[in-house]
């Protein structure tokens, strides 16, 4: 008498439409190899199921039944905080300042000159070009020594340091209008009485108002301005005393 061969057909979960063990594991294997989402790659592993079968059946045992549960939660509960230890970039030409900072007043026609994009916010040319150059061959291999891992931070730090010298000097071209003032030269338009020894006066210091916003820098100039019409008009008064 010939005897059959067969194998019995377990079921790891009971249930309507339940999965048998064979394809409970390929659908393990399969997660494993193509990750999650991957459903039509998942159901060709699996042969015998759909992709929207192989969705219903992880997401309901494994992430949201008993054994996700049990795996799933404590995971989450042992993730690392991430601490932010960066120093924040306030002041006058920090970062924050620059949403409060004017777009530039300029035209479509000067824009297009320019190769300024209002959008981005960005030049098609900005400052300082080839600070990019500095880090676009780089990257970490197993045979780095401490040396090798030194040197590229070195290169990441001088980039940065570029990136927020180009970040700063588009900042004060925002907040003092230079690329209008350039097209309309309107360097003193705004100030028509003034007179040759205040824009002369004005012209020293301009080097200065790369440390200042535009309304803290009016301020100073005027500040300075009231000062030394002081004096001149206490220069009589001290003169008539000395006599």
């Known amino acids: 008498m010939q005897m ?18 064979r394809e409970e594991i390929r659908l393990l294997d399969a997660i494993e190899q193509y990750g ?18 192989a969705k219903e ?23 690392p905080t991430l601490v932010d230890h960066t120093s924040e970039d306030a002041g006058p030409l920090g970062a924050a300042a620059l949403q409060r900072l004017p777009p530039l007043d300029i035209t479509i026609e000067e824009a297009t000159q320019l190769g300024y994009m209002p959008n981005r916010d960005s030049f098609e040319r900005e400052y300082d070009p080839t600070a990019e150059q500095l880090i676009s061959t780089l990257s970490l291999n197993a045979h780095d020594t401490e040396a090798d891992y030194l ?17 700063r000097r588009k900042r004060l071209v925002r907040d003092y209008q230079l690329v209008a003032n350039f097209f309309r030269n309107r360097n003193y338009s705004q100030y028509p009485s003034m007179t040759r020894e205040q824009k002369e006066f004005r012209d020293r210091f301009r080097v200065f108002s790369q440390f ?10 005027g500040s300075l301005e009231r000062i030394k019409g002081l004096r001149i008009r206490l220069l009589p008064s001290r003169s008539s005393h000395m006599h």
């Open 57 to 79: 059946e992880y997401v309901n045992k494994f992430v949201n039944g008993t054994i996700g549960r049990h795996t799933w939660t404590p995971a989450q509960s042992q993730r």
């Open 4 to 21: 059959k061969a067969f194998m019995p057909i377990l079921s790891v979960f009971r249930g309507k439409g339940a999965w048998t063990a």
């Open 212 to 221: 200042y916003t535009a309304n803290e820098y009016e301020r100073l100039l």
């Open 151 to 167: 040197l590229k931070l070195a290169h990441v730090d001088l980039y940065t340091r570029r990136l927020r010298e180009r970040v």
């Open 36 to 53: 999650f989402g991957n459903w039509e790659d998942i159901s060709k592993h699996i042969e015998t199921k759909s992709a929207e079968d």
